[in-house]
Nanobody, 121 residues
């Protein structure tokens, strides 16, 4: 069973917005863990995008998305979100939700299956 499930990907034009969601699967809860977003552009390695701590108060972003993307958390739904604004073709990637121990660069414990985001020029 996949521990977390992403949704909200799709096709959008340059300058547009998308909101990704990630929720814990049934009978699982990650309330005590940080959760984050990573992405893998075509032909490239997976890279960090953003992470939010267990309480939803603190977050960290990759430089490439600062000021454009916002990560948030709803503890009542055991879910996180990624609001993506001012999208460019360079944001095209498969976006993965991850569960990790903290805001640092440690490897995540669990991964979702990913959702495709395509930004057309």
């Amino acid at each position: 069973q996949v521990p977390v499930v992403e949704s909200g990907g799709g096709l959008v034009q340059t300058g547009g917005s998308l909101r990704l969601s990630c929720a814990a699967s049934e009978r699982t809860s990650f309330g005590n863990y940080a959760m984050g977003w990573y992405r893998q552009p075509p032909g490239k390695e997976r890279e960090f995008v953003a992470v939010i701590n267990w309480s939803g108060v603190n977050a960290r972003y990759a430089d490439s998305v600062k000021g454009r993307f916002t990560i948030s958390r709803d503890r009542t739904k055991d879910a996180i979100y990624l609001q993506m604004d001012s999208l460019t073709p360079e944001d095209t990637a498969v976006y993965y939700c991850a569960v990790q121990d903290g805001l640092g660069s440690q490897s995540p414990r669990y991964w979702g299956q990913g959702t495709q985001v395509t930004v057309s020029s």
